[in-house]
């Protein structure tokens, strides 16, 4: 991996992170700190270098040996000042998961952990520090799960939110699969509930069947007179009255099927 370039006109961000990436490449390599000094500043660009070239003279004239300590100082002091090392950690204190998955969490808590050395070189301070700042129910999770280091908080954490979100997509999955339309859904309650019927039930059921299907709608029929009647019983003129069974429609009274 190659270093990266720095002109000089990045944020405060930026800088530190340019910072410490080349602290890390150097680190890899093992350089000793004159090599890591002259690799450092010629990846200095435009407004960057000038910066250096006046810099360095300045500590010359001042007795301060130009070394790689010296460069991350003065460094720091120009890009990096000590308002915005205060801002991060305030941003430190304050973090919590809220709407971060815990892999976004996890690497926002760890380039913040840079600004909080006292937090940093405590294993058991940035563990607690992390499992407090996970959301309620992941937290009572992981703390159950007694993690020993802060690399297995953090393994643990994304196991259990893994897990959750698997649970909660295959539960959402067979409730969209066991949903029926409503008019369905009411069909086959009524046949069920006429299936479970006694068979006294069942058959009265079926004789009201029959007699809407064959109730007499507006027909016209002749009484024992010979003058027409509709199938409500109108009477004759004669005064005398048609009947019409209410079970079959045929032209005689409904008592006759009394006791069948």
């Given at each position: 991996?190659?270093?990266?370039?720095?002109?000089?006109?990045?944020?405060?961000?930026d800088?530190?992170?340019?910072?410490?990436?080349?602290?890390?490449?150097f680190?890899?390599?093992?350089?000793?700190?004159?090599l890591?000094?002259?690799?450092?500043?010629?990846?200095?660009?435009?407004?960057?270098e000038r910066?250096?070239?006046?810099?360095?003279?300045?500590?010359?004239?001042?007795?301060v040996?130009?070394?790689?300590?010296?460069?991350?100082?003065?460094?720091?002091?120009?890009?990096?000042?000590?308002?915005?090392?205060?801002?991060?950690?305030?941003?430190?204190?304050?973090?919590?998961?809220?709407?971060?998955?815990?892999?976004?969490?996890?690497?926002?808590?760890?380039?913040?952990?840079?600004?909080?050395?006292?937090?940093?070189?405590?294993?058991?301070?940035?563990?607690?520090?992390?499992?407090?700042?996970?959301?309620?129910?992941?937290?009572?999770?992981?703390?159950?799960?007694?993690?020993k280091?802060?690399?297995?908080v953090?393994?643990?954490?994304?196991?259990?939110?893994?897990g959750?979100?698997?649970?909660?997509?295959?539960?959402?999955?067979?409730?969209?699969?066991?949903?029926?339309?409503?008019v369905?859904?009411?069909?086959?309650?009524?046949s069920?509930?006429?299936?479970?019927?006694?068979?006294?039930?069942?058959?009265?059921?079926?004789?009201?069947?029959?007699?809407?299907?064959?109730?007499?709608?507006?027909?016209?029929?002749?009484?024992?007179?010979?003058?027409?009647?509709?199938?409500?019983?109108?009477?004759?003129?004669?005064?005398?009255?048609?009947?019409?069974?209410?079970?079959?429609?045929?032209?005689?009274?409904?008592?006759?099927?009394?006791g069948?």
């Amino acid at each position: 991996m190659s270093p990266q370039i720095f002109n000089g006109d990045e944020s405060s961000e930026d800088a530190d992170s340019w910072l410490q990436h080349i602290t890390g490449l150097f680190d890899r390599v093992q350089y000793d700190d004159v090599l890591w000094l002259s690799l450092a500043t010629f990846q200095l660009r435009k407004s960057a270098e000038r910066w250096w070239r006046g810099a360095s003279r300045t500590l010359e004239e001042t007795g301060v040996e130009i070394s790689w300590d010296s460069f991350c100082v003065a460094f720091r002091q120009e890009y990096v000042p000590e308002s915005y090392v205060n801002a991060r950690e305030r941003e430190f204190d304050h973090l919590d998961q809220g709407t971060m998955s815990v892999r976004e969490y996890a690497r926002r808590f760890s380039s913040l952990l840079a600004y909080v050395p006292h937090v940093a070189s405590r294993e058991r301070a940035k563990r607690t520090k992390f499992i407090e700042g996970l959301n309620e129910e992941l937290y009572t999770l992981v703390l159950s799960s007694k993690p020993k280091s802060y690399a297995e908080v953090v393994d643990s954490a994304v196991d259990i939110e893994e897990g959750l979100r698997n649970r909660r997509s295959r539960a959402r999955s067979q409730g969209a699969q066991s949903g029926r339309p409503a008019v369905q859904g009411a069909q086959s309650s009524q046949s069920s509930q006429s299936a479970h019927q006694p068979p006294q039930q069942q058959q009265q059921l079926a004789q009201q069947s029959g007699r809407q299907r064959f109730r007499p709608r507006g027909h016209q029929f002749k009484n024992k007179s010979g003058s027409s009647s509709s199938g409500s019983g109108s009477s004759s003129s004669s005064g005398s009255r048609a009947e019409f069974c209410g079970f079959c429609g045929g032209k005689h009274s409904s008592t006759q099927y009394v006791g069948v």
